[in-house]
């Protein structure tokens, strides 16, 4: 599996739709696909399920190019939005490692609902480096430590009660520590986040 540069980071600083999505292809593309390649037989051997890469097309897009980009993991060969999955991806500032339950997922509200019947284990287990987001498109997360259990449970609450709100919790690393990271110092650490994230996963 190769490393992320700074070069692979200044690929969002290319202005134009067109010539950032080439650069995405051609510079950051492959990387995600071997990381797919890599973390799908360790994901489905910790989640008992089929695990399957897939890597962000942005095909969606027709005039903002892509701030993030990112390889998602999910149960089903066809797509993972509308499933709760794994990804590890990267924005400008950092490289990032969710486990992600996203608006288009059909269950949101029931998965919601478990996530506050265990709210006090999620609160004790999750460590205090990592993250929560409420909207996977924004690079803006909260620390764990800096939550209080009622702040975490609102997040959970509203995962419930707003159709686009979506529950994020993982791991970043900075830029600067990711460009001198060695392979198997990347490969370690993702797989350190996945296990403590395994239980958000576990409870669907």
Known sequence: MTSFTSKDF?????????????????TIRPKLEEIGRHFAPTLSTMTGDEMFPHVAKHAR????????????????SRGYKMLPHF????????VFIWFALIYEAPHKEEYAKTL???LDQIYIEIP????????HTKP???KHSTLS??????????LKNVKKAEILCGYQIPRE????????????????????????????
């Not at 897009?61 to 089903?76: E, G, L, M, Q, Y």
């Open 177 to 204: 520590q990711v460009v001198k990271m060695s392979n198997n110092e990347m490969i370690n650490q993702i797989d350190e986040v996945f296990k403590k994230l395994l239980p958000l996963y576990q409870l669907v």
């Open 87 to 94: 990804q590890i991806g990267l924005w400008e500032t950092h």
């Open 116 to 118: 506050q019947n265990h």
């Open 140 to 142: 803006e997360v909260v």
């Open 149 to 158: 259990k009622e702040e975490l449970e609102a997040l959970f609450i509203r």
């Open 10 to 26: 200044h690929v969002f600083q290319i202005d134009g739709l067109d010539e950032r999505m080439e650069a995405l292809k051609t």
């Open 61 to 76: 897009r027709t005039k903002n190019p892509p701030k993030d980009t990112w390889v998602a993991f999910a149960s089903n």
């Open 128 to 135: 205090d480096d990592f993250v929560w987001s409420g909207d």
